[in-house]
């Protein structure tokens, strides 16, 4: 039986309000997201681009809603209650996050079969077994989110949730890893670099991205794919002795994950990363606009800025060029391997977080002292 009209219209006229806010969101799966979101939620999704929420956080609050409401509809038939009452929280968490050992002698344990494929079917869910308890908590916290913009206050703090969470982890222990599972020292990163040595375009963009991400601090890679020609500032020349002096860049980074765009932070680039940054863009014969582009099949230069997606792509190619395992590195792993190559080399913690724009000392403090740990005199007690 054909859906009716006004079905088709909604659908059509939050297609039509998503396109308003594509900038931000992932406009390949607008579509998608007009059948899945209500109108409530494209809202919400509006409400909160003109508060100023940053992009990365606005596509994983989005993404996060789109799997909360096929979730909801999967488990209950309807779309989600605002605010969720606290049955459908534990409902949720019983879902994601079970016992392995018990499913195999209690089919019934953890998310139902029908649910389970029907979520597959969509494309919404790829993991084997239970979630990461990271995953879970990170989509209630969103979830929470949500539903304060809307005015309301949900169960989200309750304790019998806090408490069916932490028993649940405790029954199915998941090993904590890290977003790239190998830092980019610097032994690695020269192999990297060795494998866009050369003079092609490709060469030259892939060599900049992996210099210029590395040495700013461990840009992240969404920072990579946003950089603007607009946020470099030349400096004057760094002088050193015995040597010719060092051409400088700053980087104003404006809004990031951890900023707003009213701070004003600023990365200093020095010496080789400035090189190759500005090999590329005299190569690319760019002087405005983003920085970091697709490349053409026939070596054309597109006007659009590389996603951060393809800069991750980038660099598990280059990963692979190098003769190393794809899979345990990526683009991330620049992030940490800036903080592990500081440790190595003795720069103070501070210094080092000035250039990586850590808010947390104990974020850069966990591969800080990793690498410190490891080279440190209480490993070598024999």
């Known amino acids: 039986m054909a859906k009716p009209r006004k079905s088709q219209t909604s659908v059509e006229r939050r297609a039509e309000e998503l396109d308003t806010i594509a900038a931000v969101l992932p406009i390949e799966r607008r579509d998608e997201l007009a059948e899945l979101l209500t109108d409530q939620d494209v809202e919400t999704l509006r409400h909160l681009v003109n508060q100023g929420m940053g992009d990365n956080t606005l596509r994983a609050l989005t993404s996060d809603l789109t799997y909360l409401e096929a979730w909801g509809m999967a488990a209950t038939g309807n779309s989600l209650p605002w605010p969720a009452p606290e049955a459908l929280l534990l409902k949720f968490v019983a879902h994601h996050l079970w016992d392995p050992q018990r499913r195999e002698t209690d089919p019934a344990h953890g998310m139902p079969a029908d649910v389970d494929e029907n979520l597959r079917r969509q494309g919404l869910l790829k993991s084997i077994g239970p979630h990461a308890p990271s995953t879970v908590r990170r ?14 206050a949900g169960a989200f703090a309750s304790p019998a949730l806090k408490s069916a969470i932490r028993l649940a982890i405790r029954a199915a222990p998941r090993q904590r890893l890290r977003k790239s599972a190998k830092a980019f020292t610097s032994d690695v990163l020269a192999k990297l670099l060795a494998t866009c040595a050369g003079d092609s375009l490709r060469d030259l963009r892939d060599r900049a991205i992996l210099m210029v991400a590395f040495a700013s601090g461990g840009r992240r890679r969404s920072e990579i794919a946003g950089l603007r020609c607009e946020q470099l500032t030349v400096e004057p020349p760094i002088e050193i002795p015995d040597g010719p002096p060092l051409p400088s860049l700053a980087i104003h980074l404006g809004r990031t994950k951890t900023t707003t765009g009213e701070q004003d932070d600023i990365v200093y680039l020095t010496g080789r990363p400035v090189e190759a940054l500005n090999a590329w863009i005299a190569a690319a014969r760019i002087d405005n606009g983003s920085i970091f582009r697709s490349i053409g099949r026939w070596g054309t230069v597109s006007r659009r800025a590389l996603d951060p997606q393809s800069v ?36 103070p913690l501070p210094e080092a977080m000035e250039q990586s724009r850590h808010r947390s000392v104990q974020q850069a403090s966990g591969y800080y002292n990793g690498a410190m740990r490891r080279t440190g005199r209480a490993a070598r007690m024999l």
């Open 139 to 152: 989509r209630l916290a969103n979830w929470s989110t949500l539903t304060k913009w809307r005015g309301l």
């Open 312 to 347: 991750n792509a980038i660099v598990k190619q280059r990963v692979e060029m190098a003769g190393l395992e794809p899979h345990e590195f990526s683009a991330h792993g620049l992030r940490s391997g800036y903080l592990t190559e500081a440790a190595n080399r003795g720069i």
